[in-house]
């Protein structure tokens, strides 16, 4: 008969999982709470909102790490990791464009609220389309690397551009409107349009030389605006560089398997 009681080594992770799956959801309630205050306020909010969805990431990449060394891993949190991944880096971040696409001075034309909706949407759609792939083709849950772009570089990008514009000195850079919103939005529908290629992309959190200076990366984030700004603008160099280099590294991995099994 199998046992139902959970050991506190299965526990660990899963209570990880959770809280990555809360900071998500708290995302989108300081996200949605910020249209109601002050132009001033609201941007304060979207900063927090960002850091919410960094800090998800954190904890979705070391939950799967802790199980592994505790020998913890279960089927329900392979489970929760795809409602984390959707929650926190698909809906939290879509709504966070939105809103921050509509906070501002620029007027709200049928034109541009039909824009935004529709961006907002595929952002979504991309995530959910990525992720129910990733269940139903890659049995290993990434192990071996992934198929199309991780769903958390979106988000890491939204956030990280979000925290920045929405801070000191940056914050009459508007997200929507200008060159800033355009590099934003571009870099929006590259990065979902990579999310459902075929292309091949190393696990991160595999790999302690990416994944060791994201966490530090982000404790500096909650620190002083002089040195998180900075730390912002690393981690949009680290996303980028991985979205560069990430292919060419599984490349020459494959290759030389291909050549050892040979």
Not at 55 to 68: C, P, S
Not at 115 to 129: E, F, H, K, Q
Not at 160 to 185: C, D, H, K, R, T
Not at 241 to 250: A, T, V
Request: positive net charge; aromatic residues 10%; charged residues 15%.
């Amino acid at each position: 008969m199998m046992k139902s009681e959970l050991t506190w080594r299965q526990l660990v992770p899963l209570s990880i999982t959770l809280t990555a799956m809360l900071c998500g959801f708290f995302s989108i309630l300081v996200t949605v709470e910020s249209m109601n205050e002050t132009l001033a306020r609201a941007g304060e909010m979207h900063r927090w909102a960002a850091l919410l969805i960094m800090l998800a990431m954190i904890l979705d990449g070391i939950d799967g790490n802790v199980a592994r060394k505790l020998k913890g891993c279960t089927e329900m949190g392979a489970e929760l990791d795809t409602y984390v991944d959707m929650t926190a880096f698909g809906i939290a971040p879509a709504v966070l464009i939105y809103t921050v696409m509509l906070t501002g001075s620029v007027p709200q034309d049928n034109a541009r609220i039909f824009w935004r909706v529709a961006m907002t949407a595929v952002v979504v759609l991309s995530g959910v389309v990525r992720l129910a792939r990733f269940k139903a083709k890659d049995p290993s849950r990434g192990q071996g690397g992934y198929t199309g772009l991780p769903i958390t570089a979106c988000a890491g990008w939204v956030a990280m551009l979000v925290f920045i514009s929405q801070s000191e000195p940056f914050e009459n850079y508007s997200l929507n409107s200008g060159w800033v919103a355009a590099i934003f939005i571009a870099g929006v529908l590259a990065f979902i349009s990579l999310q459902v290629s075929n292309v091949r992309y190393p696990k991160p959190t595999k790999h302690p030389a990416l994944f060791i200076p994201m966490v530090i990366m982000v404790a500096v984030l909650f620190g002083p605006q002089k040195i998180a700004l900075p730390a912002a603008v690393f981690m949009i160099l680290m996303v980028l560089g991985y979205i560069g280099l990430g292919p060419l590294y599984m490349k020459h991995v494959e290759r030389r398997a291909t050549l050892e099994e040979g």
